[in-house]
């Protein structure tokens, strides 16, 4: 139990660090330059929920929610993942 909580613990960790790290890349972003759609696409794969709110939602997201839903949304993987390499054994 204890090692499949910290499998979690490290899936939310890894989602809060990559919702930082385009936080910090898209405040950073030169406006004169147009972002290309490869970026945009690979924020959106690792952003699911940011992806999904700012397509369909059509509403502005902050930093902190962002982060947020980014961890909780990578807990939940690793629990999905979790959940079937236990029943898999």
Do not use: C, H, K
Request: no cysteine; charged share 10%; aromatic share 12%.
């Amino acid at each position: 139990m204890r090692n499949s909580l910290i499998r979690i613990v490290m899936w939310a960790s890894a989602g809060l660090i990559v919702a930082v790290g385009w936080g910090f890349y898209f405040a950073n972003a030169n406006r004169d330059e147009p972002i290309g759609p490869i970026i945009y696409g690979l924020a959106g794969l690792t952003q699911p929920f940011v992806a999904v709110a700012v397509r369909y939602g059509n509403f502005p997201i902050g930093l902190r929610t962002a982060v947020a839903a980014n961890a909780a949304t990578y807990a939940l993987i690793g629990l999905i993942i979790g959940t079937i390499r236990r029943y898999s054994r």
